[in-house]
């Protein structure tokens, strides 16, 4: 005999419903629902060691025969199951789910109760919006984004990097860019370098745009309760703009999806150069209006040690707090570790190497010069050119003449 029927409790994912009935130990999933009303039906027994699969059908959630076959279907299961009712259930919660809009409140202010959002990692990862970190290939975004990903999942309030988190916070990482190994390198790197401690890391490899995968993200993210989530990276995550020149409905869409996951996301991008210079995000302008927190990171090898590297987080906009100050690191890294420290940093610290190779440029540009000659005009240590000498080379801004004479290479753009 069927029990007396109990509402099931009921969870929410994108397009996903999951009903669970602990009188019964019964859990449907309706997954892939449509707004024709067709959806997967996944049909679970949940023991004491875990849960088993009892049938899954496609069906047709508003056609009643569909429902009464199903129901006779599973009558094979369980008879104690009030089959019927279940059906009812599925058909109408589900519809209800995904025809309706979110309800609107009322908003009440009060004078002196205004309450900042706060932060997941403080003063970079801002709860609730977009947060970016753009910069040039090879100034190790990915590797910073990791780092605070493990000060927020273990909710470190004492770091030596100056960052800070309030509270333990579910994470994980959405992966356009590398695999799974390689993800697994950088971590246990940083790990054994002492950066961060160890921690686990939910990850997804992605290779359709968020928009044409959002149904199985957003399962991914559900089920590992997220609440902070990095994007890397934001280029092959928003997709091809191919049929916009202007990008905007790639990032529209973007936006449009991201806000239906419903988690704070960390967004790594690329660097462009837009008017005067300036460094902003790659692509649509909508990537930087659609954003509220927004960090420019760059970077500067070391003089006189190649496996060390100097990066600055500079703060560029944000619409619900102050501009911070920059935030300096640096970055010793070997085979087997990798391993920053908090350093002070300034703006004009990491203009001076641009100046630099500008000034050599502008020097050579009346004619081939000796060493001792660009010593003379650059007004630094020998070692110091050397290293300037070295870098433009092989960035083929200058070339070497023998003899130590070194000249400007002809129709080459330079800083």
Not at 11 to 23: A, G
Not at 218 to 240: C, E, K, P, T, Y
Not at 258 to 286: H, P
Request: with cysteine; aromatic share 8%; net charge neutral.
């Amino acid at each position: 005999m069927a029990k007396e029927w109990i509402q099931p409790e009921i969870s929410e994912s994108i397009n996903r419903l999951t009903f669970y009935w602990e009188d019964t130990a019964l859990k449907v999933v309706a997954d892939r629902i449509t707004d024709a009303g067709s959806a997967e039906l996944w049909f679970y027994h949940i023991n004491g060691t875990g849960q088993s699969l009892l049938h899954t059908a496609k069906v047709n959630l508003l056609s009643s025969t569909s429902m009464t076959s199903l129901a006779k279907r599973m009558e094979r299961h369980s008879e104690e199951v009030p089959w019927t009712q279940v059906m009812t259930c599925l058909s109408s919660k589900t519809m209800e789910y995904q025809r309706r809009g979110e309800p609107g409140i009322i908003i009440e202010p009060a004078p002196g109760r205004a309450v900042h959002p706060g932060y997941y990692v403080k003063p970079i990862i801002m709860k609730g919006v977009p947060n970016v970190i753009f910069g040039d290939k090879g100034v190790n975004k990915t590797t910073l984004g990791l780092t605070m990903l493990g000060i927020a999942s273990l909710g470190i309030d004492d770091s030596h990097l100056g960052l800070t988190a309030s509270a333990r916070t579910n994470v994980a990482l959405l992966d356009w860019e590398s695999n799974k190994e390689l993800t697994d390198y950088t971590l246990s790197r940083l790990i054994e370098g002492e950066t961060i401690p160890w921690y686990s890391l939910p990850y997804l490899r992605c290779k359709q745009p968020l928009a044409d995968d959002v149904d199985r993200i957003a399962n991914f993210l559900h089920d590992n309760d997220v609440r902070l989530v990095m994007i890397d990276s934001l280029g092959q995550a928003a997709g091809s703009d191919r049929f916009d020149t202007a990008g905007k409905a790639v990032a529209l869409r973007f936006f449009e999806c991201l806000r239906q996951l419903n988690v704070t996301s960390l967004i790594i991008a690329q660097n462009a150069k837009g008017e005067d210079n300036k460094a902003t995000i790659y692509g649509s302008t909508f990537f930087t209006y659609y954003s509220r927190n927004i960090w420019n990171l760059r970077g500067k090898p070391d003089d006189m040690d190649d496996d060390q590297m100097h990066i600055a987080l500079f703060h560029n906009e944000s619409n619900y707090s102050k501009k911070y100050q920059p935030l300096g690191f640096s970055i010793k890294y070997s085979d087997s570790v990798i391993k920053l420290e908090h350093e002070e940093v300034s703006l004009s610290a990491f203009l001076e190497r641009a100046s630099q190779t500008k000034q050599l440029c502008e020097f050579l540009k009346d004619g081939d010069k000796s060493r001792k000659a660009i010593v003379e005009e650059l007004k630094r240590p020998e070692k110091q050119i050397d290293v300037i000498l070295s870098r433009a080379r092989k960035k083929g801004i200058i070339v070497s003449l023998g003899s130590g004479m070194w000249g400007l290479k002809s129709n080459v753009e330079y800083p």
